[in-house]
C-alpha cells in the first residue's frame, strides 16, 4: 500500500531518478578520466614517434655520410698503415729509382720510435746517384706514393760524371698496433 500511493510513488520516481543521475554522473566522470589518460598517452606516444623517425632520419644520415667516409678512410689506412712492411718499403724505393734511373748506394733503415702515443716514424737513410733530373723525378714518385712519408734531410754534393749524390733521412709513419 505504501507504494501505491501517490505521495510515494513520486518520492519512488525522484529517489530512481537521483540515483540514476548519481550513477550517470560517476560513469561520466569516468569516460572524462579516461578520455584524458588515452589523450596524454596518445600525446605521448607521439612525441615517441617523432623522437623515433628523427633517429631513424638520423641514423639514414649517419649511415649515408659513413658510405661516403669509407673511400677517404681506406685511402687514409693505404697512406697511413697499421704495420709497416720494410721489405715491401725498401723493394718500392729500389724500384721507383730504378725507374727514375737513380742508382741506390745504401739503404738502411733505423730505429722506430713512437710519436704522440699513436702513430710511430720509421727512419730510412737512404743514399742515391744519378742524374739532377732522375733524383728529382724519384723525389716526386716516392713523395705521392703510399705510405706516408717525409724527407727529414737532404744532402746534395756533385759526383764525378756530372751526377749528383744525395743522401736522405726519410721518416715512414704508421699507426701503432693497439691490439684487442
Do not use: C
Not at 605521448?44 to 667516409?69: G, W
Amino acid at each position: 500500500m505504501i507504494a501505491t500511493s501517490p505521495r510515494w510513488k513520486y518520492a519512488f520516481v525522484v529517489l530512481l531518478a537521483m540515483t540514476s543521475s548519481i550513477h550517470a554522473m560517476y560513469f561520466i566522470q569516468n569516460a572524462w578520466l579516461d578520455r584524458d589518460t588515452v589523450q596524454s598517452r596518445t600525446a605521448q606516444l607521439k612525441k615517441q614517434l617523432v623522437v623515433t623517425r628523427d633517429k631513424l632520419a638520423n641514423h639514414d644520415r649517419l649511415v649515408e655520410r659513413l658510405q661516403e667516409m669509407r673511400g677517404p678512410l681506406a685511402q687514409m689506412e693505404n697512406r697511413l698503415p697499421i704495420h709497416l712492411d720494410l721489405p715491401a718499403v725498401e723493394a718500392s724505393v729500389r724500384e721507383q729509382a730504378s725507374l727514375a734511373h737513380v742508382e741506390v748506394t745504401g739503404l738502411e733503415f733505423g730505429a722506430e720510435y713512437v710519436k704522440e702515443g699513436f702513430y710511430a716514424e720509421a727512419p730510412l737513410r737512404l743514399t742515391l746517384r744519378g742524374s739532377t733530373a732522375g733524383l728529382f723525378a724519384f723525389l716526386d714518385q716516392m713523395s705521392r706514393a703510399s705510405p706516408l712519408r717525409r724527407i727529414a734531410q737532404m744532402k746534395v754534393e756533385p759526383a764525378e760524371d756530372s751526377a749528383v749524390r744525395a743522401v736522405l733521412t726519410v721518416m715512414y709513419d704508421h699507426v701503432i698496433d693497439e691490439g684487442p
